[in-house]
């Protein structure tokens, strides 16, 4: 079974900084990509963020510049440097892993969000 558990939200002032962090755990091959959602109420998920094992990175327009994306040495946990914060970025954020539980096996497993809040 594989766990993933964000931390780091909370309630900030636009302008202000967030860093949130998810870490994998359990019994599996390998993470391949892991990243950031985020959904807002009434809104669809939307992807906010993204990196490969190898370190490639995508970012969603309206948060580049602002938040960056990056991986630990381990491989199993993924940081979301989040700057410049406005209230429009008020949201749940999920992380996500694609986790190879044996080689030949791709399976997306999802955190239980963390709010994050940006008040004006």
Do not use: H
Not at 36 to 53: F, H, M, N, T
């Amino acid at each position: 079974q594989v766990r993933v558990v964000e931390s780091g939200g909370g309630l900030v002032q636009a302008g202000g900084s967030l860093r949130l962090s998810c870490a994998a755990s359990g019994s599996f091959f390998r993470i391949d990509a892991m990243g950031w959602y985020r959904q807002a109420p009434g809104k669809q998920r939307e992807l906010v963020a993204d990196i490969s094992s190898g370190g490639s990175t995508y970012y969603a327009d309206s948060v580049k510049g602002r938040f960056t994306i990056s991986r630990g040495n381990a491989q199993n946990t993924v940081y979301l440097q989040m700057n410049t914060l406005k209230p429009e970025d008020t949201a749940v954020y999920y992380c996500n892993a694609d986790v190879r539980v044996v080689v030949a096996t791709l399976q997306r497993y999802w955190g239980q969000g963390t709010q994050v809040t940006v008040s004006s």
